[in-house]
């Protein structure tokens, strides 16, 4: 008898279907598994056969073949135990199968037949909505995730029998259905407070305009300057993220290997820190199962890598093309993967090797050559992609014995950020999320100057001979600190703090 079970599976961060194809005849006992199934998949037999033990259905006997299609695609992982099961009990009449055509089935086996959660739930969901299925069987574990998924019904199922009544229409199960406006309510973090950072005013405003714009930022300054406390307060005044923005970043952590526990929406912008000693693969994602790498872990967030030179430059020239697109392209020799990576770049840095170049309080130690070697390590055009640079200089003995809190509070930054943020998506509408985004046609449209603004732009290109990019940088950091203002037109005094954000471009270092 042939049953056929509906599945998916999950390559990069979309789901794609698998037909599971279960026939069951007479003659010598025998089991086999075609259609490129990985190891996790093939050991599957011995978790099948004990978990329908396990669970009161009697064992095949005969000749069983079981087809995983598409069969030119390799399948990999344990969602595939569940649906395998079902297909084996519809194949040997123990089940009528009345279900089997309107549900996809997912879900890793134990061998008691109880069910285990499995990775990307999320798309696997979206998946099946696509189809035009009427919902999913899966883990209940993965129910919460799945539920944020609207047009399908998501059904939790704790073990093997229980998926089996269900699917021969002997038990209804309630889909279930995620409470989304709950969890943006319920979703607030403790990050310390912008105002605890005695002093840098300057370094605090740059960062306030990297956040309302998405640019991207690079402080430069001695060791102990507070430029990794800043950085890390980031998170506390990031505007709010739109639920298709959650949707994106959910569906990445949720086929993320590395990820300790899923979440069922991710609300708040993740903040990545990955240590100097980050490889290529693991900056850019990719490996034997092609997995997302830090790039696409902060996507609609932050990266943030401290002590920049001191990263291996061929995992930061991997950098180059996702801040540019927006997206990464891992292609191997088996298969081609496109992981989003929108993020927005937070690097920190000593301005030479000792970090005492520019500090009025230590004398710097390094030669000429020295330094020109440590900048060296960082190449021009990934330098040129970061909007803004600023100096975090050292603090005077007034600023470190003043106890009293230093500028506004994160929640008031955060309040400015987000009306910021509010006016660029309904001005842009689906063209562009923030200002860090916009093309060349969006910056001629969008980025209207005073006569002022344009003189101060013409007599900064002559002086630093900035590139092209750095020309439409500047015009995207000043059209973000006018929406900080509420202003329609570029003014001059916007465009002269874009300038002065270029602080590389003026020492001669790009």
Known sequence: ?????????????????????????????????????????????????TALRNSGYRWLRGRTI???????????????????????????????????????????????????????ALSM??????????????????????????????????SLQQAAEFINGAADITPHVTDTDTLFHDGSF??????????????????????????????IGPPGTGKTMLASRLPGILPDMTFEEALE??????????????????????FRSPHHTATTVSIAGGGQQATPGEVSLAHNGILFLDELPEF???????????????????????????????????VAMNPCPCGGRNDRRRTCRCSQGDIQRYMNRLSGPLLDRIDIHVDVPGLSFEELTDHRLSGLTSEEVRTKIQAARNLQRARYKSQATCNAHLDTKAIRAHCNMTDGAKQILEAALDRLGLSARAYDKILRVSRTIAD??????????????????????KFGLL
């Open 190 to 219: 403790h990050v310390p407070d912008f105002n605890e950072v005695k002093g840098q005013a300057h370094v605090k405003r740059a960062l306030t305009v990297a956040a309302a714009g998405g640019h991207n930022i690079l402080m």
């Open 484 to 505: 900080l203002e509420e202003q329609d037109v570029i003014q001059d005094q916007h465009l002269a703090e874009a300038v002065q954000y270029r602080s590389l471009d």
């Open 1 to 49: 008898m042939l049953a056929r079970v509906q599945s998916c599976a999950v390559v990069g961060i979309e789901g794609f279907p698998v037909a599971i194809e279960v026939d069951n005849a007479p003659g010598m006992e025998r089991f086999r598994m075609v259609g490129l199934p990985d190891a996790a998949i093939k050991e599957s037999e011995e978790r099948v056969f």
């Open 249 to 270: 970043t959910t569906q990445i952590y949720s086929v993320s290997p590395t990820t300790n526990h899923r979440h069922a929406l991710i609300v708040r912008r993740p």
């Open 312 to 346: 291996n430059r061929a995992a930061l020239e991997v950098l180059r093309q996702p801040l540019e697109e927006g997206l990464v392209h891992i292609r191997r020799a088996n298969y081609s993967i496109t992981f989003p990576s929108r993020f927005m770049l937070v």
């Open 66 to 120: 079981v087809s995983l299609a598409p069969a030119d695609m390799r399948k990999e992982g344990s969602a595939l135990d569940l649906p395998i099961a079902i297909g084996m009990l519809a194949a040997s009449g123990q089940i009528p199968g009345t279900r089997l055509p309107d549900y996809a089935v997912v879900g890793e086996l134990a061998l008691d037949g109880a069910l285990r959660p499995v990775a990307g």
């Open 125 to 158: 969901a979206i998946s099946v909505r696509n189809r035009g299925l009427k919902g999913i069987v899966l883990p209940r574990k993965n129910a919460e995730e799945a539920g944020v998924v609207h047009g399908v019904d998501i059904i939790p199922v704790d």
